[in-house]
């Protein structure tokens, strides 16, 4: 699954990068030096930072760049993915069934991509189901909207099988695996990086004892996390620049 990076926009890598780091700020001179291996131009960086600004990516601090609150909430669903809160399982699968989704289209859109986001996947129309491994509290909001059963399956991998393509899930990151192991340069392994994180985000984060052998979702997350090793260790290196 050899992929040929695109050229990156500065915003695309600004936002990345900051998505990454915890605190997600940096100041501009930070950000000047992170961008120059993609080819970005102080001046194009410049005027990519004054326009995330002013579309609310970004808010200007004393300091530099931080993420709006709402990038803010994309980077902690990250970070869930990222680093996914498991407790164990009992055997026990959490089912939500829809008692009311509203009338409009976008409303039932919306539920259904919350759900998504949740990784829930849908048994039959308004029945979600997962296993209960992972914590799970639900808004006021999706809570006047479901109501939430246990319930225990005769053939939990079956049940598994159909409720997500893991076979499918599985290629695709076996492929990503060998993008960030055969880039040879750090635009290259950001984007394969980037798409990592895409599709951990589409990972249902399963007990062990319902997934297929050689599932690669570990070796993603160490790929990741290594290569955001990488990005904070050159972050680190312009700072001991600046103060020099």
């Known amino acids: ?21 915890h605190p997600a700020s940096a100041s501009a001179s930070e950000l000047v030096g992170l961008t120059a291996d993609f080819g970005i131009r102080e001046p194009t960086l410049r005027v990519a ?7 609310g990516d970004l808010v200007r601090s004393v300091d530099g760049y931080r993420l709006s609150d709402r990038l803010l909430a ?12 498991l407790v164990r399982w009992n055997g026990t699968w959490a089912m939500l069934v829809v008692t009311s989704v ?47 059963l246990h319930a225990r399956d005769d053939d939990p991998v079956g049940l598994a099988a159909r409720l997500w393509d ?6 695709t990151g076996e492929g990503l695996l060998e993008d960030v192991s055969a ?11 980037a798409a990592i994180v895409r599709h951990l985000l589409q990972d249902p984060v399963l007990p062990v004892e319902l997934l297929p052998d050689g599932w690669p979702g570990a070796a993603l997350r160490r790929a ?3 290569f955001a090793a990488e990005l904070l260790a050159r972050r680190d290196d312009t700072e001991l620049m600046e103060a020099r």
């Not at 699954?1 to 780091?21: I, Q």
């Not at 980077?75 to 990222?82: G, H």
């Not at 998504?116 to 048994?123: G, M």
């Open 1 to 21: 699954m050899s992929t040929t990076p695109a050229r990156l926009t500065a915003r695309s890598v600004v936002l990345s990068v900051l998505l990454g780091t």
């Open 49 to 55: 930072l004054t326009r995330m600004v002013g579309a």
């Open 74 to 85: 994309r980077q902690l669903r990250q970070d869930e993915a990222l680093n996914p809160k």
């Open 102 to 148: 509203g009338t409009d289209a976008r409303t039932r859109a919306g539920l259904r991509t919350t759900l998504y986001d949740r990784r829930f996947a849908e048994l039959r129309e308004g029945v979600w189901m997962r296993p209960d491994n992972i914590g799970m509290e639900l808004t006021d909001d999706l809570r006047a909207r479901v109501r939430m």
């Open 166 to 171: 893991l076979s499918g899930w599985a290629r």
């Open 183 to 193: 880039a040879a340069d750090v635009p290259g392994r950001f984007v394969a990086a």
């Open 224 to 226: 990741y996390h290594d």
